[in-house]
Nanobody, 116 residues
Framework: QVQLVESGGGLVQPGGSLRLSCAAS????????MGWYRQAPGKQRELVAR???????NYADAVKGRFTISRDNTENTVVLQMDNLKPEDTAVYYCNAARAGVFNYWGQGTQVTVSS
């Protein structure tokens, strides 16, 4: 199994920054795609950012230029750096590890609230 432990959520003012971390129980980056998803009130869960086993990244249009996904292989962590946060970013953020067609793991979710 793969266990994912998230941290870094909280309350921040518009324009502020947060850094979300997802710690995996073992080194899985060679075979798993790691992603951050979010679910806002009244909306479906959506992909925020993703980094593949090969290191390729992609972002939702709504966060391009503001969010950055990265990984630290030595610490088995995936980080989502969120800058210039907007109220629309308010959601529960989930870490995901996926091996297509085989495994799909989720973190517990961490609340991000952007409000004045």
């Amino acid at each position: 199994q793969v266990q994912l432990v998230e941290s870094g959520g909280g309350l921040v003012q518009p324009g502020g920054s947060l850094r979300l971390s997802c710690a995996a129980s073992r080194n899985i980056f060679a075979i798993y795609t790691m992603g951050w998803y979010r679910q806002a009130p009244g909306k479906q869960r959506e992909l925020v950012a993703r980094i593949t086993s090969g290191g390729s990244t992609n972002y939702a249009d709504a966060v391009k230029g503001r969010f950055t996904i990265s990984r630290d292989n030595t610490e088995n962590t995936v980080v989502l750096q969120m800058d210039n946060l907007k109220p629309e970013d308010t959601a529960v953020y989930y870490c995901n590890a996926a091996r297509a067609g085989v495994f799909n793991y989720w973190g517990q979710g961490t609340q991000v609230t952007v409000s004045s």
